[in-house]
């Protein structure tokens, strides 16, 4: 079992950044692969990015290549996601993924995922 915990969520002005941390516990942190989805009301849960279990290989939607970084530190257990030049298409709700596969990266699907955080609010204003 794998425990997620998001933070870092807010209100930002168009073209600012936040950087949205989770925080995991339960399992060996390096055992596993990380990521990141958001969810926009109404709308699917769609993948934004991810990383393996060391850190080596990430990978991104094209839609936020350029303006955002996930990054993971695995003595402190948190995978991150910095977030610039937000503009508010990029509101949604983001949810720190994990999956078991410590090397998967590339595109992950919802249905991927073994686990789940619970969300943390991002809104950007015009």
């Known amino acids: 079992q794998v425990q997620l915990l998001e933070s870092g969520g807010g209100l930002v002005q168009a073209g600012g950044s936040l950087r949205l941390s989770c925080a995991a516990s339960g399992r060996p942190f390096s055992s596993y692969a990380m990521g990141w989805f958001r969810q926009a009301p109404g709308k699917e849960r769609d993948f934004v990015a991810a990383?393996?279990?060391?850190?080596?290989?990430?990978s991104y939607v094209d839609s936020v290549k350029g303006r955002f970084t996930i990054s993971r530190d695995n003595a402190k257990n948190t995978v991150y996601l910095q977030m610039d030049s937000l503009n508010p298409e990029d509101s949604a709700t983001y949810y720190c993924?994990?999956?078991?596969?410590?090397?998967?990266?590339?595109?992950?699907?919802?249905?991927?995922?073994?686990?789940w955080g619970k969300g943390t609010l991002v809104t950007v204003s015009s």
């Open positions: 993924a994990v999956v078991n596969d410590p090397w998967r990266v590339g595109t992950w699907s919802a249905s991927d995922v073994d686990y």
């Open positions: 990383i393996s279990s060391l850190g080596g290989r990430t």
